[in-house]
C-alpha cells in the first residue's frame, strides 16, 4: 500500500518504535484503521495467550454480536495499546507479552506491509556486515550512485521551491532520499560492527 511505502530506514529504531510508525501511519492516515487494527490484536492476543498467563487486560463484549458492545470495547482497547506506544515506562511495567508483536500482524494482515519481515532482520539479519575490500567497495560502489541519484534529483525538484512539483515527483524524491539514508546506514553498520568488534577484543 502506497501509504507505507515512503517509510524511514529504521536503523537505530526499537521494535516497538518501528511498529508504532506503521501505526500511526496507518490511523492518521486511513479512516477506521486504528479500530480495524486493534479489534485483530485483541483476537489474535486473546486466541494465543492462555487467559491464565495474559498481562494485558483488554476489554471483550459480551455479547460479539452486539455492534454497540463492541464499539465501546474497541474503544477502550484503543486506548490500552496508545498507551503501550506512547510511554516506555507504562510499557515496562504493564505489558510484558511482546503487545508489538501481535500489533505488526494485524497491521501485516489488513494493509499487506511487510512489518513483520522488518521486524525479524532486526532480530535476525541474514545480511552480514561487509568487511573484506571487495565488499567495502563494492558498498561505496552502491552508496556514491545512490547518494549521487539523490543529490542530482533535488537538484531538479528544489530549483524555484517545491511548489511547481507534482506529488509524484516529490514522493519520487523522497524515496531517493530515503534509500540513499539507508546506504549511509549500511555504511554507519559497517563501522559500529568494527568498533564493536575491537571493544570485545580489548575485553577478553
Same mark, same amino acid.
Given at each position: 500500500?502506497?501509504?507505507?511505502?515512503?517509510?524511514?530506514?529504521?536503523?537505530?529504531?526499537?521494535?516497538?518504535?518501528?511498529?508504532?510508525?506503521?501505526?500511526?501511519?496507518?490511523?492518521?492516515?486511513?479512516?477506521?484503521?486504528?479500530?480495524?487494527?486493534?479489534?485483530?490484536?485483541?483476537?489474535?492476543?486473546?486466541?494465543?495467550?492462555?487467559?491464565?498467563?495474559?498481562?494485558?487486560?483488554?476489554?471483550?463484549?459480551?455479547?460479539?454480536?452486539?455492534?454497540?458492545?463492541?464499539?465501546?470495547?474497541?474503544k477502550k482497547n484503543i486506548k490500552i495499546i496508545d498507551d503501550f506506544f506512547?510511554?516506555?515506562?507504562?510499557?515496562?511495567?504493564?505489558? $510484558?507479552?511482546? %503487545?508489538?508483536?501481535? &500489533?505488526?500482524?494485524?497491521? *501485516? !494482515?489488513?494493509?499487506?506491509?511487510?512489518?513483520c519481515e522488518i521486524l525479524k532482520q532486526k532480530l535476525f539479519p541474514e545480511?552480514?556486515?561487509?568487511?573484506?575490500?571487495?565488499?567495502?567497495?563494492?558498498?561505496?560502489?552502491?552508496?556514491?550512485?545512490?547518494?549521487?541519484?539523490?543529490?542530482?534529483?533535488?537538484?531538479?525538484?528544489?530549483?524555484?521551491?517545491?511548489?511547481?512539483?507534482?506529488?509524484?515527483?516529490?514522493?519520487?524524491?523522497?524515496?531517493?532520499?530515503?534509500?540513499? $539514508?539507508?546506504? %549511509?546506514?549500511?555504511? &554507519?553498520?559497517?563501522?559500529? *560492527? !568494527?568498533?564493536?568488534?575491537?571493544?570485545?577484543?580489548?575485553?577478553?
Amino acid at each position: 500500500m502506497k501509504v507505507f511505502d515512503m517509510r524511514p530506514s529504521f536503523h537505530g529504531y526499537s521494535s516497538s518504535n518501528v511498529v508504532k510508525w506503521y501505526y500511526d501511519r496507518a490511523w492518521s492516515t486511513l479512516t477506521g484503521a486504528k479500530r480495524a487494527i486493534v479489534a485483530r490484536t485483541v483476537d489474535l492476543y486473546m486466541a494465543e495467550i492462555g487467559e491464565e498467563h495474559r498481562t494485558i487486560k483488554f476489554n471483550i463484549p459480551e455479547s460479539p454480536e452486539d455492534a454497540d458492545q463492541f464499539l465501546d470495547c474497541n474503544k477502550k482497547n484503543i486506548k490500552i495499546i496508545d498507551d503501550f506506544f506512547a510511554d516506555n515506562a507504562v510499557r515496562s511495567k504493564h505489558f $510484558r507479552d511482546n %503487545l508489538e508483536i501481535f &500489533v505488526a500482524r494485524a497491521i *501485516d !494482515e489488513i494493509f499487506e506491509t511487510a512489518i513483520c519481515e522488518i521486524l525479524k532482520q532486526k532480530l535476525f539479519p541474514e545480511e552480514v556486515t561487509p568487511h573484506t575490500q571487495d565488499e567495502l567497495d563494492k558498498l561505496l560502489v552502491e552508496t556514491n550512485s545512490s547518494y549521487t541519484a539523490a543529490a542530482n534529483e533535488c537538484v531538479r525538484i528544489f530549483r524555484n521551491g517545491l511548489s511547481d512539483d507534482t506529488e509524484e515527483e516529490l514522493e519520487i524524491l523522497e524515496s531517493k532520499l530515503i534509500s540513499a $539514508r539507508e546506504m %549511509l546506514d549500511k555504511n &554507519v553498520g559497517v563501522i559500529e *560492527d !568494527e568498533l564493536t568488534r575491537r571493544k570485545s577484543a580489548k575485553e577478553t
